[in-house]
């Protein structure tokens, strides 16, 4: 069903809410995502690097008066908290975690894929900006719709300063989600992700959006990242964007997710001496360098 608005929910809506809206509209925003303080601190974080990055030179898809700065776990402890809040995370393993059923032998197993931190982007649009080419995430892995029946990605635009239909929100079209690939997608169908700062658009790979045009005289900005199935090609190469004493410092849950690990089918391992180990074991070797690490 097409629902042609965004509903919006507070941020202790329970987890099973915020899927249950996800999957009849394709997207949610949740209000004060972030506290206040916390906002901040990833504001300061992440405002060095947005200063020091031009803006892009393709005035199509990436945005000539947008700038885009990536590795960013790399660069933001509070963009780790991000990541790990149990509304995001959650909802993505809720959404994403579909076990499927295959034969070992003589025995039906039902295995569940794991999930993995994709992409990881601070986004800030610029005054003279015009609307980005509508367009679905999960394309980046030629998802296609509605063969596969499951979906490949949940994606999350954290709004840094505020959202509005004039400074450029993101645009919008809830319920493509049930869309096929024969069915092009309008700006006029789309609406606007309006939302004031610390609040969180979270939408599906398999939703038709893009980014809107600035009309103001202030630069917005946000942070996105994305959730896929492990079994995809990450978007964003963690391996060499992040620093392996950078690795080291974050919680398990993090490494994980950034693909030191081996998944439930087994992709992802390392071989040490002679046995198939999960690349966590790689992390606590003290002789082990990263390799063609050079930042």
């Known amino acids: ?19 249950e809206i996800i999957r009849r509209d394709g997207g949610v925003i949740i209000s004060d995502f972030l506290s206040a303080p916390t906002l901040q601190s990833l504001a300061e974080e992440l405002e060095p690097y947005l200063n020091a990055t031009p803006c892009g030179a393709d005035p199509y898809f990436a945005g000539a008066q947008t700038r885009r700065v990536g590795r960013i776990i790399a660069r933001s402890d509070t963009a780790v908290e991000v990541a790990l809040n149990p ?3 959650e909802s993505a393993r809720q959404i994403l975690q579909t076990p499927t059923h295959v034969w070992v032998g003589t025995d039906r197993v039902a295995i569940e894929p794991d999930i993995q931190l994709s992409i990881t982007q601070a986004i800030q649009i610029g005054p003279g900006q015009g609307r980005q080419p509508l367009h679905r995430d999960d394309a ?21 300063s505020d959202f509005t239909e004039e400074n ?25 992700a309006e939302m004031k700062a610390g609040s969180a658009l979270l939408w599906l790979g398999s939703v038709y959006h893009g980014g809107g045009s600035n009309r103001s005289a202030y630069p917005r900005t946000g942070l996105t990242m994305a959730y896929d199935l492990a079994f995809l090609r990450l978007e964003e190469n963690h391996f060499l964007s992040i620093p392996l004493e950078r690795v ?48």
Do not use: C
């Open 1 to 19: 069903m097409d629902t042609g608005k965004l509903s919006t929910v507070s941020s202790d809506a329970s987890i099973e809410h915020v899927v």
């Open 87 to 89: 509304l995001f995370i």
């Open 140 to 160: 980046t892995s030629l998802w296609r719709h509605p063969q596969y029946g499951r979906e490949a990605r949940l994606q999350i635009m954290l709004a840094i």
């Open 168 to 192: 450029g929100a993101t645009r919008v079209i809830p319920g493509s989600h049930h869309w096929d690939d024969d069915r092009m997608p309008t700006q006029e169908e789309t609406v606007a």
């Open 248 to 295: 080291r410092q974050l919680p398990s849950q993090m490494q994980r997710l950034l693909g030191w690990s081996a998944s439930s089918t087994l992709l992802g391992w390392v071989e040490i001496d002679g046995q198939m180990r999960d690349p966590q074991e790689l992390l606590g070797m003290a002789t082990f360098q990263q390799p063609g690490n050079g930042f």
